[in-house]
């Protein structure tokens, strides 16, 4: 076997074009440097170091009808206006990078029949730019991607099989960008520092994504299609968002926000759907949909101006939970369709608070309604007139003044419960069909009630205590 060793330090210009066996060492010292090789043949490995000013260096192993086998490049730059790429092509993969300097560009791309890919990048500097693609027929694919430096930004594309993406950025300006293809996907993601953007798109097989932004002015969106995806988002700062779509299949979706005016929005269509969203801060939004099977929804949220909304449509046994703390929040919980025992939980501490919940079909459903504050308003309504609904249950439970009730349930053998605690109080209650019961309990002055049933064998028992 015929082994080339070659060591290079110059300030000018080196470029070598061979079809070889062995190791290279290429090292450049001092200005204007640029390194260009090409090379083709089986177990090669190589190795670039520039330090100094005005850095390029191109690297490119394999082809002539793909050609390369046991692969490795490493490439360090340190220095101003620092260019790094590398190109390579088939079976034991490896690719190596590191940057530190201002104005950093590293470019890898991993092509054609592939095997055991790796790619990893660090950069440190300013106005830094990362890129790694692995594509084609690709295998047990890593690609790490490290920034830490301003301005930064990371664009990965990989296309199958064991894929994992580990990519952190520190810093300001940051920007990430995936697209992952198939098979068993998993990618994580750290950010921190200012104007923060991730970006994921996974699409089928067994996704997993990870994503943690700490800074002000961060976006995250993840979309996953298919097969057994799990979103997990976390943020911690100011002006943030999250999004995560998941369209199918064995779906858990998990967003946590920290910070002032945080915007969060789920939505799962489809199968064993799971999606839990907690806020703590100020004018937070939460919106969950969920279409299909048997889905979960738990929303937490602490603060004031909070707006969360949360949407089942069919299946059964499904499940919402909200909770809000603070003044001046709503919730909206809508399960539509749902067969039976589907559920609706919600709980608000604080003034001024508006709690809605409807269930518009199904047998065995039940809603659950607390609220403690004054001037609070909840409203549940169980069927309407073009639906069936029976066997159905509202619990309200109101503590304060100036709170307001309204149950209306439509169907037969539905039953209602309703107390409130304090003083000017107003309940109503509603109900058309037979066999229903509705039970109202208030306690407090200047209390006003309505009660209307509509149908037979209906009973009312009503409690006030001055």
């Not at 995250?220 to 997990?232: C, D, F, Y």
């Not at 749902?338 to 608000?348: A, D, H, K, T, Y």
């Not at 439970?397 to 000017?424: K, P, V, Y």
Request: charged share 15%; hydrophobic share 30%.
């Amino acid at each position: 076997m015929k082994k080339a060793i070659l060591t290079i330090v110059i300030s000018l210009c080196y470029t070598m074009a061979i079809a070889q066996t062995g190791v290279n060492d290429v090292s450049q010292l001092g200005n204007n440097n640029t390194s260009e090789i090409s090379q083709i043949g089986s177990p090669n490995s190589l190795t670039v170091t520039q330090t100094g000013n005005d850095n390029f260096s191109k690297i490119e192993q394999g082809v002539l009808d793909d050609p390369a086998i046991n692969d490795l490049i490493t490439q360090k730059q340190n220095g101003i206006a620092n260019s790094a790429k590398v190109f390579q092509v088939g079976n034991n993969n490896k690719v190596v990078q590191n940057q530190t300097g201002n104005n950093n560009i590293v470019n890898a791309s991993q092509d054609f029949v592939t095997d055991s890919n790796h790619i990893e990048q660090i950069q440190s500097g300013d106005d830094n730019d990362t890129e790694a693609k692995v594509r084609f027929f690709s295998e047990s694919t890593i690609i790490i991607q490290s920034q830490i430096g301003n301005l930064q930004t990371n664009k990965t594309i990989v296309d199958g099989l064991n894929s994992s993406i580990n990519q952190k950025q520190r810093g300001s300006s940051n920007t990430i960008a995936v697209i992952a293809d198939g098979n068993f996907n998993s990618i994580l993601q750290n950010q921190t520092g200012n104007f923060n953007t991730a970006t994921i798109n996974q699409i089928t097989d067994d996704n997993s994504i990870f994503q943690d932004q700490n800074g002000d002015t961060n976006t995250l969106i993840a979309t996953q299609q298919r097969s057994e995806n799990k979103i997990t988002q976390v943020q911690d700062g100011n002006f943030n968002k999250a999004f995560a779509l998941q369209e199918g299949a064995v779906n858990e979706s998990n967003q946590t926000q920290n910070g002032i005016e945080n915007n969060s929005s789920i939505r799962q269509s489809k199968e064993y759907n799971v999606g839990v969203t907690e806020q703590t801060g100020e004018q937070n939004t939460i919106s969950l949909t969920q279409n299909g099977s048997f889905g979960t929804i738990t929303i937490t949220q602490k603060g004031a101006y909070n707006n969360a909304t949360a949407n089942q449509n069919l299946g059964q046994y499904n499940r919402i939970n909200q909770n809000q703390n603070g003044d001046h929040n709503t919730a909206l919980a809508e399960q539509n369709s749902v067969f039976f025992e589907g559920e609706i939980s919600q709980s608000q501490i604080g003034n001024s608070n508006i709690s809605t919940a409807r269930q518009d079909f199904g047998i065995r459903n039940k809603i659950e309604q607390n609220q403690i504050g004054q001037n609070n308003t909840v409203e549940a309504t169980q069927g309407d007139t073009d639906s069936y609904s029976s066997q159905n249950t509202i619990l309200q439970t109101q503590e304060g003044n100036d709170n307001i009730a309204t149950i209306s349930q439509n169907g037969n053998s539905n039953t209602s419960e309703s107390m409130q605690i304090g003083n000017e109080n107003n309940l109503t209650t509603i109900q058309i069909g037979t066999s229903n019961t509705a039970i109202m309990t208030q306690s407090g002055n200047q209390l006003s009630f309505l009660i209307s049933q509509n149908g037979e064998s209906n009973t009312v028992i009503l409690n006030q205590n001055n």
